[in-house]
Each structure stands twice: as structure tokens, then as C-alpha cells.
């Protein structure tokens, strides 16, 4: 391995446990947050370890094997072991990741994963950084972080296999990129009509393409998209139910509430005492 990586800030912790290593397809060797300025540069040739990052803000730029990828705020990206690669970012780039080691990319494998290397997962920003945060600040043994961690990389995976792909923008389908702007957005009040707009045609036929594509409505997708973050977030008990309501792009806790009873059945609260039996 080389490069300028002295040029970044972050936290990081080291995980590795050789005993461990080998009951296990996979383990988390290392996990951080990197806050890397213009001369970040790191190259690793045949690597034995993959790489799985999220890109918090600014934008960076991947090599695998000769080809260019971008990433950018709210995007995960996978760096597999046994290729050689490097990466820099665009000015400033902060992303959170992991350095997993085993055979990580025949695990990808099973899931149709092995071929693609960025994903659009906007709704994931908190889950992933709470997670590497609890990671690198845990009080708890290496052992009990190693599990921590290695399960949140298994869980994060089947959610890849149905997540938007980021190739060529220009490339994808009119339906494909209205997902991708919910994507986006959905945590926020946004504005369909003005969506539709901007993508130059009406509410009526984006609402019958996209639901012809997917099978439900854009309005119905978004919905998912919230009550799927809700269910999440309200794993982690560091969080108040306001707090989710927010990160939701709730104004109003009732409001989460009632949201959450007519998807679930239960109320928030409820719902996270059930969970933690």
C-alpha cells in the first residue's frame, strides 16, 4: 500500500483478531471516518482487503483494475480484495468505511454484487455513520465490536442487491432517475409537481411510468423508503423517537407516530420495546 493518506483527519479503530479471522467468510479489519483534503492519494496493488465506504460529503474518485468511478454524498462504494486500486478525492471528501478481510468478493457474489462498485443509498447516511461512530468510540471488547461490526456488513448487503447502481447518469432511464431523485429527497418535504417539472413531463405520466416500472406509486416508493429508515433507526437506542421523527423529515412527532402505527401496527415505541426481546 502507499500514498499521501497522512493528508486527512478522522478516527479510526483497529479490529483484527487472527483467531477470528478464520470461522469466517469475512471480518472487519478496520473502521473509521476519513476527512481527506486535495493531496489524499492511496493505492493498494492486489489487495488483500476489500473496501466498503459511504461518501458523506464532497466527491471522490475510485480506481479498480483501470477503471474510473465517481462517488459523491450519500453514495456506498465497494472496493474488492484481489484487485488493485487507488483513490483521491475531488478537493475534499469525507466517507466512513471499512477494510474487510477474507475472500469478501465471492461473498458479493452471492448476492449479484461482485460486478458493481457504487451504489445510491441516500437513506443510509445515518444508519452507516452511527454505526462506524459506535464502532471506533465502543467501550466494549474487540470481540463484541468485531460481531457489531461484521453484522451491520452482512445486513447492509441483500439492501445493495435492490439498490440503484450508479453508472452513466445520462444512460438511465427516465423512470430510473425519477427513483433515484426520491431516493434523495424522500426524507424531506419535497415537492413532486416541481420534480416532474424539472424533468419535463407530468405528474401523470411520471406517476404511470414509475408505478409500470416498479410496481407501486413514486408517493407509495418514498413511503417505503421512510417507514424501511424508521424501522432502522429505532434500533438504536441512543435516539429519541423526535429525534427519528426529524431525521425523517417529520415536522411533527404525532405526526411520526400516526405514520409509523398505519405501516407497522405499532407505535414507535412499541415497536422498539418488541425488538429488543
Known amino acids: 500500500m502507499r500514498g499521501l493518506y497522512e493528508n486527512r483527519i478522522g478516527d479510526y479503530r483497529n479490529l483484527n483478531l487472527p483467531e477470528y479471522n478464520k470461522r469466517f467468510p469475512f471480518t472487519v479489519e478496520q473502521v473509521g ?48 480484495n484481489g484487485h488493485s486500486h487507488y483513490y483521491y478525492p475531488q478537493k475534499e471528501w469525507a ?34 455513520s452511527d454505526t462506524v461512530n459506535a464502532c471506533v468510540k465502543a467501550e466494549t471488547g474487540l470481540f463484541n465490536t468485531q460481531i457489531a461490526a461484521q453484522s451491520f456488513i452482512a445486513s447492509l448487503l441483500p439492501y445493495l442487491k435492490s439498490a440503484t447502481i450508479v453508472d452513466s447518469y445520462a444512460d438511465r432511464t427516465l423512470e430510473s432517475r425519477l427513483k433515484i431523485m426520491l431516493e434523495r429527497v424522500c426524507f424531506t418535504a419535497y415537492d413532486f409537481r416541481k420534480i416532474c417539472s424539472d424533468f419535463g413531463i407530468t405528474e401523470r405520466h411520471a406517476q404511470r411510468i414509475f408505478k409500470e416500472k416498479y410496481g407501486v406509486t413514486p408517493h407509495e416508493y418514498a413511503l417505503r423508503l421512510r417507514y424501511q429508515e424508521a424501522c432502522s433507526l429505532l434500533m438504536l437506542p441512543t435516539l429519541t423517537v423526535k429525534e427519528i421523527a ?32
Open 33 to 80: 471516518t476519513d476527512y481527506c483534503n486535495e493531496e489524499y492519494y492511496l493505492e493498494r496493488n492486489d489487495s488483500f482487503l476489500s473496501v466498503v465506504g459511504y461518501t458523506v460529503s464532497g466527491k471522490g474518485v475510485l480506481v479498480e483494475d483501470g477503471k474510473t468511478h465517481f462517488t459523491e454524498q450519500n453514495q456506498i462504494f465497494i472496493l474488492k
Open 95 to 128: 466517507f466512513c468505511w471499512f477494510n474487510i478481510l477474507g475472500d469478501f468478493e465471492s461473498v458479493l457474489g452471492v448476492y449479484g454484487l461482485k460486478e458493481h462498485t457504487v451504489f445510491d443509498c441516500p437513506q443510509l447516511l445515518t444508519r452507516f
Open 246 to 277: 426529524f431525521k425523517l423529515g417529520f415536522t411533527d412527532e404525532k405526526y411520526f407516530s400516526v405514520f409509523f402505527r398505519r405501516r407497522s401496527g405499532f407505535s414507535p415505541a412499541i415497536y422498539r420495546k418488541l425488538i429488543k426481546k
